[in-house]
């Protein structure tokens, strides 16, 4: 059986294998991101009890970072997608043939082709890496502002408020954690 690429089995194939490693990239992606959820929940119910002032800011960016940068790379992914499924048609024409050009020429563009959705696909990981680091560093800061101003008032112990501080940086590196499942999840590939 050809595909529409012209190699033998090569679409079919390659779709065979995708659908079935979802069977374990959900799980174990849904399982990270609930690990990290529940990790943000903690620190903001510790935040809440120690130091109240800097519990919802902190909250706020955590949810932000869990919710709001994953369903961007999402709209970033789909637009490589898009982008990838319209250049396949500009060189298959109408009817799925390939067209009449120079034979290496159709090698060549889809080498360029792979080239930049891979460059894409790296930009995408990478500004989602960074907006998850920017927030996390917001988030600390936040911690900081509102421990130091708590360790003035001795409202708070430099102990405790250290350990707060680390535990928002744990919360977000088991945020971070579930990105490389993500990342290798084969509707990426």
Request: with cysteine.
């Amino acid at each position: 059986m050809a595909d529409p690429f012209g190699e033998p089995g090569g679409l079919v194939g390659r779709l065979t294998v995708d659908v079935d490693s979802l069977d374990s990239a959900f799980p174990v992606t849904l399982g990270l991101l609930a690990t990290a959820a529940l990790a943000g929940a903690l620190v903001t119910a510790l935040l809440f009890l120690f130091l109240p002032s800097a519990a919802p800011l902190y909250a706020l960016l955590y949810a932000a970072a869990l919710f709001l940068v994953p369903a961007g790379l999402v709209l970033l992914g789909r637009s490589l997608g898009r982008m990838s499924v319209d250049a396949s048609a500009g060189l298959h024409g109408i009817h799925g043939h390939v067209s009449p050009v120079l034979p290496g020429a159709v090698l060549g563009q889809r080498a360029c082709l792979a080239t930049a959705a891979c460059r894409r696909r790296a930009w995408i990981y990478a500004a989602g890496a960074t907006a998850i680091q920017v927030l996390a560093a917001l988030a600390v800061l936040a911690v900081l502002r509102q421990g130091l101003e708590a360790l003035g008032a001795g409202m708070v112990s430099g102990p405790v408020l250290a350990g707060l501080l680390l535990a928002c940086l744990g919360s977000f590196a088991a945020l971070a954690a579930a990105r490389p499942a993500a990342r290798s999840s084969p509707a990426r590939s």
